[in-house]
């Protein structure tokens, strides 16, 4: 049952299209101000699959709120770090995580988790509180002044206050609320493909990337002792690269094999292992940038408004954020939905701006070289960079993370739930901001 949210609060019908992270991280917050959250999921089971992701910044803080850190780190993959090698495999520098305890993290996070894992945990958080209904999507609505009215693609319909658009990336909620014909998407020009193949002895616990001629950009790291992820990256503006993501998996297959079947290192037993992964995702990078996250009482969250694209690191921490925010909001103005979108976007945007703002497009392609020259030139850079351990020092001494210094508002959980922030133990990780006597009296 749904935490009671006091006295004279009221009580809504939220219904969240969704099952994702940022769905499921709103479910939990909501459920705790007292609302009564359902979230329809399109696919016939929780989606608890796909490929590494990691916490930074305030996203660490977002799910210490949660309490649901202990069970995060229960389930972290072990990657010390991420190594530049050449073609026979040799090293050319490695860049270790940060643990010290202070700073920011580095290319590999101090909190690397599979996302099956995470769907997981934040499942078993919200199901006996949250109705969830999968193998069913929201294929239409239509609101007034007191209700909305969601069509479902089994035929039937359901009366709700507010509708939240999770449905990611390519969100058909939000194709439904913007105006016809806007493009919502940054392309940055680049693809990539993922999916996992059988660990071998030599697959350590380092993340291996090997630059290849044509912006092309293979990477290996292993999450478990049966299983190793393979990506393959592409730096490619063309009509048959942004549409081979929408085709059948075995042409979307045929498509990066042919790109990168002369790649050398490891492609053939990447390619090789293709055919009988038990997963396979195929994705154009972009963002997601709209002037508006919500229209009357209809709501965008995590991807579906605002994709920070996964080279910015703050995808999965984004969406966590945004829950925090959108539920805390709502919570706090259960009558009045148009104040609590409305400072939803206000509280939010800055945060959103900063991580989307730190994805430079310029910078990419310098780790996507187009020559053989140049991608010496980067590996020697990076080499003596390591050398003299300037990414150790720039990480243990930066003051911020990517998040920059937004930090996350109150506790969403409305006053006389019983909900407290549990005690951080001084949680560790270089990011995450501390609580002090002053502020835990807000929460």
């Avoid at 990691?54 to 229960?74: K, T």
């Avoid at 709502?330 to 989307?356: C, G, K, M, S």
């Avoid at 002090?436 to 807000?442: C, I, K, L």
Wanted: charged share 25%; aromatic share 8%.
């Amino acid at each position: 049952m749904a935490k009671g949210a006091g006295p004279g609060a009221r009580s809504l019908r939220v219904l969240v299209a969704g099952g994702g992270v940022a769905g499921q991280a709103l479910a939990f917050w909501l459920t705790r101000g007292g609302h009564r959250v359902t979230v329809v999921e399109r696919f016939p089971a929780l989606r608890a699959t796909g490929a590494q992701v990691d916490l930074r910044g305030q996203g660490i803080e977002a799910i210490r709120r949660m309490g649901l850190l202990d069970a995060v780190r229960g389930k972290l993959v072990d990657e010390a770090g991420v190594a530049f090698v050449d073609a026979s495999g040799k090293a050319r520098a490695t860049i270790m995580a940060n643990t010290s305890g202070r700073g920011r993290q580095t290319l590999t996070s101090e909190y690397e988790i599979m996302r099956g894992d995470l769907v997981r945990i934040l499942h078993d958080a919200t199901r006996d509180d949250t109705e969830y209904v999968f193998g069913k999507s929201v294929d239409g609505f239509e609101q007034d002044e007191h209700k909305i009215v969601a069509h479902f693609s089994d035929g039937s319909r359901g009366e709700f206050d507010l509708l939240v658009g999770a449905d990611g990336q390519g969100s058909r909620i939000r194709r439904a609320l913007l105006p016809q014909g806007f493009d919502p998407y940054r392309r940055l020009g680049i693809h990539m493909a993922y999916w996992f193949v059988p660990r071998i002895p030599s697959d350590s616990n380092i993340r291996d990337t090997c630059m290849v001629p044509g912006g092309r950009q293979i990477m290996r790291r292993s999450h478990n002792p049966s299983e190793t992820q393979a990506y393959f990256v592409l730096r490619e503006e063309s009509e048959e690269a942004s549409t081979i993501h929408r085709a059948p998996v075995e042409r979307q297959q045929e498509f990066w094999a042919d790109r990168f079947r002369d790649a050398g290192w490891q492609t053939e037993r990447f390619i090789e292992g293709m055919e009988q992964s038990p997963f396979f995702y195929s994705q154009e990078i972009v963002q997601v940038r709209t002037g508006t996250w919500s229209k009357g009482r209809v709501v965008l969250a995590g991807d579906a408004a605002h994709c920070a694209s996964p080279y910015s690191g703050m995808g999965i921490s984004g969406g966590l954020v945004g829950a925090h925010v959108l539920a805390g909001e709502i919570n706090r103005h259960p009558d009045d939905l148009p104040t609590a979108l409305a400072n939803y976007d206000t509280v939010l945007r800055p945060f959103v701006d900063e991580i989307q703002g730190r994805v430079n497009p310029r910078l990419l392609r310098l780790a996507l070289p187009m020559t053989r020259r140049a991608i010496d030139t980067f590996q020697a850079a990076a080499a003596l960079a390591c050398r003299l351990h300037v990414p150790d020092l720039v990480a243990r001494f930066s003051k911020e993370d990517r998040g920059g210094s937004w930090q996350l508002p109150p506790n969403p959980a409305p006053s006389g739930t019983g909900w407290v922030v549990p005690d951080s133990h001084g949680v560790p990780g270089p990011t995450t901001r501390r609580t002090g006597p002053h502020e835990a009296a807000r929460y």
